[in-house]
């Protein structure tokens, strides 16, 4: 079992960037798949990010991809999500979710996911 606790979130002015770190505890960090989910008010969540146990395969949203970046440190039992170039309509509740797995896969839908931290907010100013 992993417990996951996100941080990093805060307000911010368009265009600025952020990162979000999800700190594990409890079973190795590395035998996890990891993803980054997001919540914006009246909204179903949302896949934004991948990443797999080793780090190595990572997936994005399309409305993400070349500003959001996913990497993992497994000795710090962390994963982090670098935002950049950050717009109003990324304003949502942030996730961290894991889930145990046996190969390098990469999980991109919430359903695939055991483990989910409480979230972190992050609000973007226009």
């Known amino acids: 079992q992993v417990q996951l606790e996100e941080s990093g979130g805060g307000l911010v002015q368009a265009r600025d960037s952020l990162r979000l770190a999800c700190v594990a505890s409890?079973?190795?960090?590395?035998?996890?798949?990891v993803g980054w989910f997001r919540q914006a008010p009246g909204k179903q969540r949302e896949f934004v990010a991948a990443i797999s146990r080793a780090g190595t395969r990572t997936h994005y949203a399309p409305s993400v991809r070349g500003r959001f970046t996913i990497s993992r440190d497994n000795a710090k039992n962390t994963a982090y999500l670098q935002m950049n170039v950050l717009t109003p309509e990324d304003t949502a509740t942030y996730y961290c979710a894991a889930r145990l797995t046996v190969t390098g896969a990469i999980l991109l839908s919430e359903d695939d996911y055991t483990y989910w931290g409480q979230g972190t907010q992050v609000t973007i100013a226009s």
């Open positions: 409890g079973r190795p960090f590395s035998d996890y798949a």
